[in-house]
């Protein structure tokens, strides 16, 4: 077969699903029997043949404001039609500087200046860059190791991945970024099962920083990144005093501590960002997803004052950082950005995220007597189900699990490995709460 035909074959068959390598999916799996989507509105997805499908985990922990919101889609529209892309390096254009701003303002302490990227991964790599450019700009470029966590996930650039600890998100690609270290995991099952919120057992896994400073020295260290919420792992909510303990040692040391809050950003733990509900401001924050409830890919990174004041010193026609990207603070996006902030607003979806968190506790503990459940976690609308594994095949369970739920009982579920993680639009209600809940249960009593 010739080339021109082959290509003619390709663009004659827009089903064919052989040209997209899909990222964290078993292809072959999946192409042989797919889970499409073509629409959406509010808390559903709508498959191929107009299947309404309940969206238990927000698209991808980011659709916030629910999906195809008015507001929202007829901001995208309009500034598509205005401005369709306006460079980020040596211009500007209004939205972004009004976005950044409605930030800024939301996050809490002197967390006053946004640096927009385009992911939480870009968003991640950012703040480790800015962490090793400070200290250069403060005369200890010597401060060049970063601290992480086991069962982190920072994205899948090359300093998120090490700084994450997540094996597989590892172990193929190398040796990674030098000099980094990973505190401890949190989570201990039979400390912890069955825990509404956060877990009493666990403040002191963040002591381990002590020891990496001792092993290390505190001079050469730049900064300590983790998630309030560990999210993609399996939802580990921080056990109670650890954040503020960690504080304390990066403190003690002159570390900076960056709270990756890709995850629990805009409303998911009830609050703008965990670091408010948790009463402990780091140095950095780095948020993505929600910011504009996943519509436009966007990202970025929160510092404190003194972090950007380091920076604005010398000759003021030079660029103070040497970082950035073609699409930061994209147009589209930034729009997109101030039309769910708004939403968020003006349905008061923070504070109904805290208002419906008890009642989602209770409905996701429910499920505890079902078959093969180990553990389940739950942290504002956040759950997190345990599942054992099948001696033979690890993940198995939980893909099957997945897979029914979506073609037996129009629900979407995430999974990672045999844990069934739940993050659901803050717009949903108790009733759709309810629904949702039991199609989960159905799901796993049909792999049991």
């Known amino acids: 077969m010739s080339l021109a035909h082959d290509q003619s074959r390709r663009e004659a068959a827009p089903n064919d699903l052989d040209a997209f390598w899909l990222p964290f999916t078993p292809n072959r799996a ?56 306006s460079p980020a390096f040596q211009f500007g254009h209004p939205k972004a500087f009004q976005l950044a701003s409605r930030i800024a303002a939301m996050a809490p302490g002197d967390l006053d200046h946004v640096f927009f990227a385009n992911s939480g991964s870009e968003g991640v790599d950012t703040a480790l860059k800015i962490a090793l450019a400070y200290w250069n700009a403060r005369g200890q470029g010597q401060r060049t190791r970063l601290i992480g966590r086991e069962r982190g996930y920072h994205g899948v650039g090359f300093g998120g991945i090490s700084v994450g600890g997540i094996v597989t998100n590892r172990k193929m690609f190398g040796t990674l970024l030098t000099g980094v270290d990973h505190l401890p995991h949190t989570y201990n099952r039979a400390e912890q099962a069955f825990t509404k919120g956060q877990p009493e057992w666990g403040a002191h896994t963040a002591d381990e920083l002590e020891r990496i400073v001792a092993l290390h020295d505190p001079s050469t260290i730049a900064a300590v990144i983790v998630e309030p919420m560990a999210g993609s792992t399996g939802v580990l909510p921080p056990p109670k005093g650890y954040l503020e303990r960690l504080r304390a040692i990066c403190d003690k040391y002159g570390l900076l501590l960056i709270f990756d809050e890709v995850i629990s950003g805009f409303g998911r733990l009830g609050t703008a960002f965990a670091a408010e509900r948790f009463g402990v401001l780091p140095d950095m924050i780095v948020f993505a997803k929600a910011v504009n409830s996943g519509t436009v890919p966007m990202g970025g990174v929160i510092a404190r ?88 095949a690890f993940g198995a369970r939980a893909y099957e699990a997945m897979d029914t739920a979506f073609r037996e009982h129009d629900a979407m579920i995430r999974i990672t490995g045999d844990t069934i993680a739940l993050s659901p639009p803050l717009t949903i209600t108790e009733e759709q709460i309810g629904e949702l809940v039991d199609k989960v249960a159905k799901s796993i009593r049909a792999v049991a």
Not at 56 to 74: D, M, S, T
Request: with cysteine; glycine share 10%; aromatic share 8%.
């Open 30 to 85: 999946f192409k042989k029997n797919p889970r499409m989507i073509v629409g959406a509105k509010d808390m559903h997805y709508i498959t191929p043949d107009g299947r309404k499908v309940l969206d238990g985990v927000a698209g991808l922990w980011c659709c916030n404001a629910g999906h195809n919101r008015g507001p929202i889609v007829e901001a995208i529209q309009k500034q598509a039609a205005e401005l369709d892309y």
């Open 305 to 392: 004052k003194g972090i950007y004041d380091t920076f604005m010193k010398g000759p003021e026609h030079v660029i103070e950082l040497f970082h950035g990207y073609t699409y930061s603070g994209h147009p589209l996006a930034a729009a997109a950005g101030l039309a769910t902030q708004d939403v968020y607003r003006d349905e008061k979806l923070f504070e109904r995220a805290a208002a419906l968190e008890s009642t989602w506790a209770d409905a996701v503990m429910s499920l505890k007597s079902l078959p093969n459940v180990l553990d389940i976690r739950q942290i504002g609308l956040v759950g997190a189900i345990d599942l054992a594994s099948r001696p033979d």
